[in-house]
Protein backbone atom coordinates (compact mmCIF):
# COMPACT_ATOMS: atom_id res chain seq x y z
CA UNK A 1 0.00 0.00 0.00
CA UNK A 2 3.15 2.34 0.82
CA UNK A 3 4.52 1.51 -2.55
CA UNK A 4 1.39 2.42 -4.17
CA UNK A 5 0.95 5.53 -2.70
CA UNK A 6 4.35 6.71 -3.49
CA UNK A 7 4.64 5.89 -7.25
CA UNK A 8 1.03 7.61 -7.23
CA UNK A 9 2.99 10.72 -5.53
CA UNK A 10 5.53 10.62 -8.00
CA UNK A 11 3.44 10.28 -10.82
CA UNK A 12 1.31 13.87 -9.53
CA UNK A 13 4.71 15.68 -8.92
CA UNK A 14 5.64 14.55 -12.52
CA UNK A 15 2.10 15.69 -13.88
CA UNK A 16 2.97 18.99 -12.00
CA UNK A 17 5.91 19.36 -13.42
CA UNK A 18 4.62 18.49 -17.46
CA UNK A 19 1.84 21.05 -16.56
CA UNK A 20 3.26 24.08 -14.64
CA UNK A 21 4.85 26.17 -17.10
CA UNK A 22 4.93 29.89 -17.97
CA UNK A 23 4.52 29.75 -22.28
CA UNK A 24 8.03 31.80 -22.19
CA UNK A 25 9.12 28.40 -20.66
CA UNK A 26 8.33 26.45 -23.18
CA UNK A 27 11.45 24.52 -24.89
CA UNK A 28 9.68 22.13 -27.52
CA UNK A 29 11.26 22.41 -31.02
CA UNK A 30 14.56 21.82 -32.29
CA UNK A 31 17.12 23.70 -30.74
CA UNK A 32 19.73 25.64 -33.22
CA UNK A 33 22.98 22.85 -32.96
CA UNK A 34 26.75 24.33 -31.21
CA UNK A 35 27.63 25.14 -34.83
CA UNK A 36 24.62 27.28 -35.65
CA UNK A 37 24.93 29.20 -32.71
CA UNK A 38 27.57 31.47 -33.63
CA UNK A 39 27.86 30.52 -37.23
CA UNK A 40 29.89 27.49 -36.55
CA UNK A 41 32.51 28.71 -34.04
CA UNK A 42 30.91 27.73 -30.95
CA UNK A 43 32.65 24.37 -29.89
CA UNK A 44 31.66 24.13 -26.16
CA UNK A 45 29.14 22.24 -24.57
CA UNK A 46 28.79 22.02 -20.69
CA UNK A 47 29.72 18.60 -21.02
CA UNK A 48 32.45 18.16 -23.58
CA UNK A 49 33.90 19.84 -26.76
CA UNK A 50 32.22 19.32 -30.35
CA UNK A 51 33.69 19.01 -33.37
CA UNK A 52 33.10 22.47 -34.57
CA UNK A 53 37.08 22.63 -32.84
CA UNK A 54 38.12 19.45 -34.19
CA UNK A 55 40.35 17.43 -31.55
CA UNK A 56 44.21 16.86 -32.06
CA UNK A 57 45.29 14.07 -34.24
CA UNK A 58 46.19 11.46 -31.57
CA UNK A 59 45.92 8.22 -33.67
CA UNK A 60 48.93 7.66 -34.60
CA UNK A 61 49.98 4.35 -32.30
CA UNK A 62 52.72 2.75 -34.28
CA UNK A 63 54.20 5.76 -35.69
CA UNK A 64 52.83 5.17 -39.41
CA UNK A 65 53.49 9.28 -40.12
CA UNK A 66 57.00 7.71 -40.57
CA UNK A 67 56.52 5.83 -43.75
CA UNK A 68 55.26 8.82 -45.81
CA UNK A 69 58.03 11.00 -47.57
CA UNK A 70 58.41 14.95 -46.72
CA UNK A 71 56.15 15.72 -49.35
CA UNK A 72 53.54 13.52 -48.60
CA UNK A 73 53.72 14.96 -45.21
CA UNK A 74 53.38 18.43 -46.46
CA UNK A 75 50.30 17.18 -48.67
CA UNK A 76 48.50 15.53 -45.11
CA UNK A 77 49.52 18.26 -42.64
CA UNK A 78 48.58 21.45 -45.45
CA UNK A 79 44.74 19.41 -45.91
CA UNK A 80 44.63 18.76 -42.60
CA UNK A 81 45.23 22.25 -41.68
CA UNK A 82 42.43 22.94 -43.89
CA UNK A 83 40.04 20.58 -42.84
CA UNK A 84 40.13 21.33 -39.36
CA UNK A 85 40.04 25.26 -39.60
CA UNK A 86 37.92 25.60 -42.53
CA UNK A 87 35.66 22.50 -42.65
CA UNK A 88 34.75 21.27 -39.22
CA UNK A 89 33.27 24.76 -37.84
CA UNK A 90 30.58 24.46 -40.67
CA UNK A 91 29.87 21.27 -41.59
CA UNK A 92 27.73 19.94 -39.59
CA UNK A 93 24.65 22.29 -39.75
CA UNK A 94 25.34 21.81 -43.66
CA UNK A 95 24.91 18.05 -42.82
CA UNK A 96 21.85 18.49 -41.11
CA UNK A 97 20.49 20.52 -43.61
CA UNK A 98 21.81 18.15 -46.35
CA UNK A 99 23.31 20.68 -48.18
CA UNK A 100 26.93 21.23 -49.86
CA UNK A 101 29.34 23.81 -48.67
CA UNK A 102 29.90 25.83 -52.11
CA UNK A 103 31.81 28.25 -50.61
CA UNK A 104 34.58 25.98 -49.49
CA UNK A 105 35.01 24.70 -53.00
CA UNK A 106 37.41 27.89 -54.36
CA UNK A 107 39.44 27.71 -51.28
CA UNK A 108 40.20 24.48 -51.97
CA UNK A 109 42.47 25.38 -55.11
CA UNK A 110 45.44 26.83 -52.46
CA UNK A 111 45.36 23.30 -50.98
CA UNK A 112 47.48 22.41 -54.66
CA UNK A 113 45.63 18.87 -55.11
CA UNK A 114 43.50 19.86 -58.09
CA UNK A 115 44.03 17.02 -60.33
CA UNK A 116 45.41 14.44 -58.08
CA UNK A 117 47.72 12.38 -59.54
CA UNK A 118 47.26 13.34 -63.32
CA UNK A 119 50.41 15.39 -65.21
CA UNK A 120 50.23 18.11 -67.33
CA UNK A 121 47.15 20.58 -67.95
CA UNK A 122 47.83 22.11 -64.72
CA UNK A 123 47.40 18.76 -62.85
CA UNK A 124 49.10 18.90 -59.25
CA UNK A 125 51.01 15.36 -60.76
CA UNK A 126 50.64 14.26 -57.21
CA UNK A 127 51.94 10.81 -56.53
CA UNK A 128 49.30 7.83 -55.48
CA UNK A 129 50.20 8.31 -51.33
CA UNK A 130 50.44 12.00 -51.86
CA UNK A 131 46.53 12.25 -53.33
CA UNK A 132 46.03 9.69 -50.66
CA UNK A 133 46.53 11.43 -47.96
CA UNK A 134 44.61 14.41 -49.01
CA UNK A 135 41.95 12.33 -49.53
CA UNK A 136 42.74 10.57 -45.80
CA UNK A 137 42.78 14.34 -44.12
CA UNK A 138 39.27 15.37 -46.08
CA UNK A 139 37.55 12.13 -44.88
CA UNK A 140 39.01 12.52 -40.98
CA UNK A 141 36.80 15.82 -40.82
CA UNK A 142 34.11 14.97 -42.96
CA UNK A 143 33.53 12.63 -45.66
CA UNK A 144 31.11 14.55 -47.92
CA UNK A 145 33.59 16.73 -48.92
CA UNK A 146 35.88 13.98 -49.06
CA UNK A 147 33.48 12.25 -51.98
CA UNK A 148 33.08 15.27 -53.73
CA UNK A 149 37.24 15.15 -54.27
CA UNK A 150 37.11 12.07 -55.01
CA UNK A 151 34.20 12.23 -57.47
CA UNK A 152 35.85 15.10 -59.23
CA UNK A 153 39.01 14.03 -59.50
CA UNK A 154 39.43 10.62 -59.51
CA UNK A 155 36.58 9.44 -61.24
CA UNK A 156 35.74 12.74 -63.71
CA UNK A 157 38.97 13.88 -63.83
CA UNK A 158 41.01 10.87 -64.24
CA UNK A 159 38.56 9.55 -66.75
CA UNK A 160 39.28 12.61 -69.13
CA UNK A 161 43.17 12.10 -68.51
CA UNK A 162 43.17 8.12 -69.36
CA UNK A 163 40.47 8.34 -72.00
CA UNK A 164 40.05 11.69 -73.65
CA UNK A 165 41.93 13.17 -76.39
CA UNK A 166 44.53 15.89 -76.41
CA UNK A 167 42.52 18.12 -77.31
CA UNK A 168 39.82 17.43 -74.75
CA UNK A 169 42.42 17.44 -71.93
CA UNK A 170 43.39 20.74 -72.66
CA UNK A 171 39.94 22.10 -72.74
CA UNK A 172 38.63 20.23 -69.72
CA UNK A 173 41.09 19.74 -67.05
CA UNK A 174 42.93 23.11 -66.28
CA UNK A 175 39.25 24.39 -65.50
CA UNK A 176 38.77 21.74 -63.11
CA UNK A 177 41.83 21.25 -61.90
CA UNK A 178 41.25 24.42 -60.06
CA UNK A 179 37.47 23.76 -58.67
CA UNK A 180 36.15 26.17 -61.75
CA UNK A 181 34.45 23.25 -63.37
CA UNK A 182 33.00 20.82 -61.46
CA UNK A 183 32.96 17.16 -62.25
CA UNK A 184 30.83 13.79 -62.03
CA UNK A 185 30.80 10.53 -63.45
CA UNK A 186 27.75 8.77 -64.47
CA UNK A 187 27.77 5.14 -64.61
CA UNK A 188 25.26 3.42 -62.12
CA UNK A 189 21.79 3.45 -63.46
CA UNK A 190 18.30 2.67 -61.91
CA UNK A 191 18.59 -0.83 -62.74
CA UNK A 192 22.13 -1.60 -62.73
CA UNK A 193 24.25 -0.91 -59.80
CA UNK A 194 26.85 -3.70 -58.80
CA UNK A 195 26.42 -5.47 -63.04
CA UNK A 196 27.08 -1.80 -63.97
CA UNK A 197 28.78 -3.71 -67.76
CA UNK A 198 24.65 -4.35 -67.90
CA UNK A 199 23.80 -0.90 -68.66
CA UNK A 200 20.89 0.55 -70.88
CA UNK A 201 21.57 4.10 -71.18
CA UNK A 202 22.17 4.50 -75.04
CA UNK A 203 23.95 6.38 -77.58
CA UNK A 204 22.40 6.13 -81.09
CA UNK A 205 24.97 7.48 -83.98
CA UNK A 206 23.74 10.71 -86.10
CA UNK A 207 24.99 12.92 -88.51
CA UNK A 208 28.00 14.98 -86.33
CA UNK A 209 27.43 13.14 -83.04
CA UNK A 210 25.48 11.27 -80.74
CA UNK A 211 21.46 11.08 -79.23
CA UNK A 212 21.89 9.92 -75.97
CA UNK A 213 19.02 8.06 -74.00
CA UNK A 214 18.38 6.17 -70.82
CA UNK A 215 18.71 7.23 -67.02
CA UNK A 216 21.62 7.11 -64.04
CA UNK A 217 21.40 6.86 -60.79
CA UNK A 218 23.39 7.74 -57.46
CA UNK A 219 25.56 10.59 -59.10
CA UNK A 220 27.93 12.15 -56.87
CA UNK A 221 28.06 16.15 -57.97
CA UNK A 222 25.53 15.28 -60.10
CA UNK A 223 22.73 18.22 -59.59
CA UNK A 224 25.56 20.89 -60.10
CA UNK A 225 28.57 19.51 -62.07
CA UNK A 226 29.68 21.53 -65.42
CA UNK A 227 31.41 18.74 -66.32
CA UNK A 228 29.40 14.99 -66.49
CA UNK A 229 31.43 12.05 -67.77
CA UNK A 230 28.59 9.97 -68.89
CA UNK A 231 28.67 6.19 -69.90
CA UNK A 232 26.15 4.71 -72.57
CA UNK A 233 26.16 1.68 -74.81
CA UNK A 234 26.62 2.66 -78.93
CA UNK A 235 24.35 2.01 -81.45
CA UNK A 236 27.29 0.57 -83.89
CA UNK A 237 28.85 -2.49 -82.13
CA UNK A 238 26.88 -2.13 -78.83
CA UNK A 239 30.23 -1.26 -76.31
CA UNK A 240 30.08 0.55 -73.66
CA UNK A 241 31.48 4.61 -74.59
CA UNK A 242 32.29 7.12 -72.69
CA UNK A 243 31.30 11.00 -73.56
CA UNK A 244 31.50 14.65 -71.93
CA UNK A 245 27.58 15.71 -71.43
CA UNK A 246 28.16 19.86 -70.07
CA UNK A 247 25.57 21.45 -68.00
CA UNK A 248 22.78 22.55 -69.26
CA UNK A 249 22.50 20.64 -72.17
CA UNK A 250 19.14 20.10 -74.21
CA UNK A 251 17.93 16.66 -73.26
CA UNK A 252 19.74 16.27 -69.81
CA UNK A 253 18.02 16.45 -66.51
CA UNK A 254 19.34 16.19 -63.38
CA UNK A 255 17.62 15.62 -60.10
CA UNK A 256 18.37 15.99 -56.50
CA UNK A 257 18.08 12.24 -54.55
CA UNK A 258 16.81 13.31 -51.46
CA UNK A 259 15.84 11.98 -47.73
CA UNK A 260 19.61 10.07 -47.51
CA UNK A 261 20.78 9.21 -43.58
CA UNK A 262 24.64 9.22 -45.28
CA UNK A 263 26.90 11.35 -46.86
CA UNK A 264 23.79 13.92 -46.51
CA UNK A 265 26.25 16.95 -48.25
CA UNK A 266 26.76 15.10 -51.16
CA UNK A 267 24.50 15.90 -53.89
CA UNK A 268 23.60 12.47 -55.72
CA UNK A 269 21.20 13.05 -58.62
CA UNK A 270 18.74 10.62 -60.55
CA UNK A 271 19.78 12.06 -64.11
CA UNK A 272 17.04 11.67 -67.21
CA UNK A 273 18.72 11.63 -70.91
CA UNK A 274 16.19 12.17 -73.65
CA UNK A 275 17.56 12.72 -77.40
CA UNK A 276 20.59 14.47 -75.31
CA UNK A 277 22.78 15.26 -78.77
CA UNK A 278 26.68 15.45 -77.53
CA UNK A 279 29.10 16.02 -80.35
CA UNK A 280 31.66 14.19 -81.96
CA UNK A 281 34.44 15.94 -80.48
CA UNK A 282 32.64 15.05 -76.77
CA UNK A 283 33.01 11.15 -76.75
CA UNK A 284 36.34 10.04 -75.44
CA UNK A 285 38.05 8.03 -77.72
CA UNK A 286 40.42 6.25 -75.35
CA UNK A 287 36.72 4.24 -74.40
CA UNK A 288 35.98 1.36 -76.19
CA UNK A 289 34.60 -0.84 -73.99
CA UNK A 290 33.01 -1.48 -70.63
CA UNK A 291 36.61 -3.07 -69.37
CA UNK A 292 38.16 0.45 -70.00
CA UNK A 293 36.61 1.61 -67.13
CA UNK A 294 38.66 -0.34 -64.85
CA UNK A 295 41.76 1.65 -66.06
CA UNK A 296 39.98 4.49 -63.54
CA UNK A 297 38.29 2.52 -61.25
CA UNK A 298 41.86 0.88 -60.16
CA UNK A 299 43.12 4.60 -59.47
CA UNK A 300 39.76 5.74 -57.63
CA UNK A 301 39.27 2.16 -55.57
CA UNK A 302 42.83 2.69 -54.10
CA UNK A 303 40.98 6.38 -52.83
CA UNK A 304 37.81 4.72 -51.53
CA UNK A 305 39.82 2.52 -49.43
CA UNK A 306 41.16 5.40 -47.85
CA UNK A 307 38.17 7.45 -46.92
CA UNK A 308 37.28 4.72 -43.91
CA UNK A 309 40.87 4.78 -42.37
CA UNK A 310 40.60 8.78 -42.41
CA UNK A 311 36.88 8.36 -41.26
CA UNK A 312 37.91 6.06 -38.36
CA UNK A 313 40.82 8.20 -37.64
CA UNK A 314 38.47 11.48 -36.68
CA UNK A 315 36.25 9.43 -35.00
CA UNK A 316 38.88 7.68 -32.92
CA UNK A 317 40.12 11.52 -32.16
CA UNK A 318 36.93 13.19 -31.11
CA UNK A 319 36.31 9.73 -28.67
CA UNK A 320 39.78 10.23 -27.49
CA UNK A 321 39.46 13.71 -26.27
CA UNK A 322 35.44 13.48 -25.41
CA UNK A 323 36.35 10.48 -22.84
CA UNK A 324 39.28 12.69 -21.03
CA UNK A 325 36.86 15.48 -20.46
CA UNK A 326 33.56 14.12 -19.96
CA UNK A 327 33.46 12.92 -16.02
CA UNK A 328 30.99 10.58 -14.45
CA UNK A 329 30.81 8.89 -11.34
CA UNK A 330 33.30 11.51 -10.21
CA UNK A 331 36.15 10.07 -13.05
CA UNK A 332 36.35 11.06 -16.65
CA UNK A 333 35.18 8.24 -18.68
CA UNK A 334 38.53 7.28 -20.08
CA UNK A 335 39.50 6.17 -16.30
CA UNK A 336 37.07 3.18 -16.68
CA UNK A 337 38.04 -0.30 -18.01
CA UNK A 338 35.20 -1.16 -19.97
CA UNK A 339 35.58 2.14 -22.06
CA UNK A 340 39.50 1.80 -22.54
CA UNK A 341 38.59 -1.64 -24.13
CA UNK A 342 36.53 -0.24 -26.79
CA UNK A 343 38.66 2.70 -27.13
CA UNK A 344 41.79 0.32 -27.49
CA UNK A 345 40.20 -1.55 -30.28
CA UNK A 346 39.10 1.02 -32.23
CA UNK A 347 43.02 2.36 -32.11
CA UNK A 348 44.00 -1.06 -33.16
CA UNK A 349 41.72 -1.41 -35.89
CA UNK A 350 42.86 2.37 -37.30
CA UNK A 351 46.65 1.09 -37.28
CA UNK A 352 45.58 -1.79 -39.57
CA UNK A 353 43.82 -0.42 -41.92
CA UNK A 354 46.28 2.43 -42.78
CA UNK A 355 48.60 -0.22 -43.45
CA UNK A 356 46.79 -2.20 -45.29
CA UNK A 357 45.05 1.21 -47.95
CA UNK A 358 49.62 2.17 -47.29
CA UNK A 359 50.63 -1.39 -48.84
CA UNK A 360 47.75 -1.72 -51.65
CA UNK A 361 49.47 2.31 -52.79
CA UNK A 362 52.66 1.04 -52.87
CA UNK A 363 51.78 -2.06 -54.54
CA UNK A 364 50.07 0.40 -57.52
CA UNK A 365 52.69 2.46 -57.56
CA UNK A 366 55.10 -0.32 -58.42
CA UNK A 367 52.86 -1.26 -60.96
CA UNK A 368 52.22 -4.71 -59.52
CA UNK A 369 48.10 -4.24 -57.48
CA UNK A 370 45.51 -6.45 -58.85
CA UNK A 371 42.25 -5.97 -58.99
CA UNK A 372 41.37 -8.63 -56.42
CA UNK A 373 44.12 -6.41 -54.00
CA UNK A 374 42.14 -3.35 -53.99
CA UNK A 375 38.58 -5.25 -53.61
CA UNK A 376 39.82 -6.62 -50.42
CA UNK A 377 41.46 -4.26 -48.97
CA UNK A 378 38.19 -1.51 -50.21
CA UNK A 379 35.68 -3.87 -48.34
CA UNK A 380 37.88 -5.00 -45.43
CA UNK A 381 38.85 -1.45 -44.26
CA UNK A 382 35.11 -0.34 -45.03
CA UNK A 383 33.98 -3.46 -42.18
CA UNK A 384 36.52 -2.59 -40.17
CA UNK A 385 35.76 1.47 -40.49
CA UNK A 386 32.13 0.45 -39.43
CA UNK A 387 33.19 -1.30 -35.75
CA UNK A 388 35.13 1.39 -35.55
CA UNK A 389 32.35 4.13 -35.78
CA UNK A 390 30.08 1.86 -33.95
CA UNK A 391 32.70 1.70 -30.94
CA UNK A 392 32.55 5.70 -30.97
CA UNK A 393 29.19 6.13 -31.16
CA UNK A 394 28.80 3.55 -28.25
CA UNK A 395 31.44 5.34 -25.58
CA UNK A 396 30.32 8.82 -26.61
CA UNK A 397 27.03 7.64 -25.08
CA UNK A 398 23.97 9.86 -25.71
CA UNK A 399 26.14 12.51 -27.35
CA UNK A 400 27.05 10.03 -29.75
CA UNK A 401 23.66 10.11 -31.35
CA UNK A 402 24.10 13.97 -31.68
CA UNK A 403 26.18 15.37 -35.27
CA UNK A 404 27.83 18.29 -33.06
CA UNK A 405 29.79 15.31 -31.80
CA UNK A 406 31.20 14.16 -34.87
CA UNK A 407 30.92 10.07 -34.33
CA UNK A 408 26.98 10.06 -35.17
CA UNK A 409 28.10 11.69 -38.70
CA UNK A 410 31.01 9.55 -39.34
CA UNK A 411 28.24 6.54 -38.48
CA UNK A 412 26.12 7.50 -40.74
CA UNK A 413 28.40 8.42 -43.73
CA UNK A 414 30.11 5.17 -43.03
CA UNK A 415 26.79 2.90 -44.45
CA UNK A 416 27.74 4.97 -47.98
CA UNK A 417 31.12 4.22 -47.77
CA UNK A 418 30.58 0.50 -47.09
CA UNK A 419 28.30 0.62 -50.07
CA UNK A 420 29.37 2.62 -53.06
CA UNK A 421 32.03 2.12 -55.69
CA UNK A 422 31.39 -2.12 -55.32
CA UNK A 423 29.53 -3.07 -52.21
CA UNK A 424 31.13 -5.31 -49.49
CA UNK A 425 30.21 -8.66 -50.76
CA UNK A 426 30.79 -7.73 -54.64
CA UNK A 427 34.33 -6.50 -53.46
CA UNK A 428 35.02 -9.87 -51.20
CA UNK A 429 33.67 -11.81 -54.37
CA UNK A 430 36.48 -10.47 -56.25
CA UNK A 431 38.75 -11.12 -53.71
CA UNK A 432 37.45 -14.50 -53.45
CA UNK A 433 37.95 -15.12 -57.30
CA UNK A 434 41.28 -14.03 -56.38
CA UNK A 435 42.10 -16.25 -53.92
CA UNK A 436 40.57 -19.11 -55.37
CA UNK A 437 40.76 -18.99 -58.94
CA UNK A 438 37.01 -19.52 -59.13
CA UNK A 439 34.40 -16.58 -60.15
CA UNK A 440 31.14 -16.86 -57.94
CA UNK A 441 29.28 -14.67 -59.69
CA UNK A 442 26.14 -16.51 -61.23
CA UNK A 443 25.62 -15.31 -64.64
CA UNK A 444 21.93 -14.81 -65.32
CA UNK A 445 20.60 -15.77 -68.83
CA UNK A 446 20.48 -12.61 -70.16
CA UNK A 447 23.94 -12.08 -68.91
CA UNK A 448 24.92 -15.21 -70.58
CA UNK A 449 23.84 -14.06 -73.90
CA UNK A 450 26.05 -11.06 -73.68
CA UNK A 451 28.97 -13.23 -72.11
CA UNK A 452 31.34 -13.66 -69.42
CA UNK A 453 29.53 -11.52 -66.25
CA UNK A 454 31.01 -7.85 -65.39
CA UNK A 455 31.28 -6.43 -62.32
CA UNK A 456 32.68 -2.99 -61.30
CA UNK A 457 36.30 -4.39 -59.92
Known amino acids: MQAHTAARDRLAVLAGHLSSFDEGELLVGRQPTAAAISNGRTSKFPQATTAAEFPAAVHDALALDSLLTSEEKDI ?36 GIGGGTIRGNACAGLSLTGAAMATLELARVDASVATFYLVHTFLAMLTIGIMGSEEQKALLLPGMASN ?7 LTEPSNGSDASALTCSATKVAGGWLLDGRKRWIGNGTFADVVVVFARSSEDKQVNAFVVRKGAPGFTATKIDNKIALRCVQNADMLFERCFVPDAARLPGCGSFKDTNKVLAQSRIMVSWLPVGMAMGAYDMAARYLRERHQFGAPLASFQLIQEKLARMLGNVQAMFLMSWRLTKLAEAGSMSHEQASLVKAWNTLRGREVVA ?10 VQADFHVAKQFCDMEAIYTYEGTYDVNMLVAGRGATGISAFKATSKASQRGATQVQA
Open 76 to 111: RKRVRDFAESEIAPIITEYWERAEFPFELVPRMKAL
Open 391 to 400: LGREVLGGNG
Open 180 to 186: ELAGCWA
